[in-house]
């Protein structure tokens, strides 16, 4: 399969598990694995039910696109992960439901569960706000990306990060469960949160749990 027909494949898995909805949210891969060169994006406002792969456009890092649509609004901010870490092969961007309920209130996911960690840390930080498309957008999402593989966007939905396109898919998946836990906890009572040093014994075991 071509990397932009992997992307579009991607893009309809994340409406079938209900993650997106419509022309919402976008995604994301390089053109070739540790590519320095440039990404496939989705293109702006477009259902997915009528795309095929040669509709993806293609994106220099640059920031020049190529192909017969307009790139997704959101490129600045895939253009500017990819730039910035290089470790990062894949970005999805949704408006998952839990996910985009706890961003409204602009509210960061704490260590109220060990698997917050898988994300990278002790915490899913919330972005700052700030009007979708724009370079103020990128550089919230950057702020509140720095040394994770997610975070929450305000007012808005969820940016997931992988080392390849089904590592960030997977990402998204679990940050929707956890937003979904963590609503539902909120629901019943106040969580009992895990201090600083068991989320950093977990992140020290995640280590290891990777490797095999
Ligand atoms: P695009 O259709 O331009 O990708 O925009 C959708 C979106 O979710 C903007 O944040």
Do not use: K
């Amino acid at each position: 399969m071509s990397t932009a027909a992997e992307l579009l494949d991607a893009a309809r898995q994340l409406e079938a598990l209900g993650l997106n909805q419509g022309t919402a949210g976008n995604l994301s891969v390089r053109s070739g694995p540790g590519s320095n060169q440039g990404f496939w994006i989705t293109p702006s406002a477009l259902p997915l039910a009528t795309l095929a792969p040669d509709d993806m456009v293609y994106m220099g890092l640059n920031g020049h696109p190529r192909g017969r649509h307009r790139p997704s609004s959101e490129w600045r901010f895939h253009r500017d992960i990819l730039v910035a870490r290089p470790e990062v092969q894949a970005v999805v961007h949704t408006h998952a439901p839990y996910a985009t309920t706890l961003a409204c209130q602009r509210r960061p996911v704490p260590a109220f569960h060990y698997m917050v960690a898988l994300a990278g840390g002790h915490d899913i930080r919330c972005s700052d706000y700030a009007t979708f498309g724009t370079q103020a957008l990128s550089e919230a999402a950057l702020e509140a990306l720095e040394g994770r593989w997610a975070c929450l966007l305000a007012n808005h939905g969820m940016i997931a990060l992988g080392g390849d396109l089904t590592a960030a898919l997977d990402m998204a998946r679990e940050v929707e469960y956890l937003c979904r836990l963590y609503h539902q906890t909120l629901q019943t009572g106040r969580p009992h949160l895990l201090d600083a040093a068991e989320m950093d014994r977990v992140l020290a075991r995640f280590v290891d749990y990777r490797r095999r």
